[in-house]
């Protein structure tokens, strides 16, 4: 079909070739308990640090549109979706979401970058 001229290198990324960043993206709805955040938050951050993760916005929403609350919204960074997948189910990182318990309502969604 393609002819003898393709190799197997032929079809796997060139070495400078990035996997898309991910982030994940989580706004509160409500809190009902800021020390339980607040412990969430202290266990958090190094929880997920070791899989890359960079904070890129975290408090509340200086603009709510479209049903949107003012709640706080915390942006992170991972290098890769896998990155964020892993840290979401890592044990460090249930701890931290034990410690927040039913202390917040809110949504936390991965998405992978375009680039």
Do not use: H
Not at 68 to 78: A, I, N, P
């Amino acid at each position: 079909m393609f002819g003898d001229n393709f190799t197997l290198n032929d079809f796997l990324p060139s070495p400078g070739f990035l996997m898309p960043k991910a982030y994940a993206v989580v706004t509160y709805r409500s809190i009902s308990d800021p020390e339980k955040v607040a412990a969430y938050a202290k266990l958090a951050g190094p929880a997920v640090a070791s899989f890359g993760a960079r904070f890129l916005a975290r408090g509340n929403a200086a603009v709510a549109r479209e049903q949107g609350v003012k709640e706080r919204t915390v942006v992170v960074e991972y290098p890769s979706l896998e990155k964020a997948t892993a840290a979401y189910d890592s044990p460090a990182y249930a701890e931290a979401l034990k410690a927040l318990g039913d202390g917040a309502v809110r949504d936390l969604r991965i998405v992978e970058g375009v680039e």
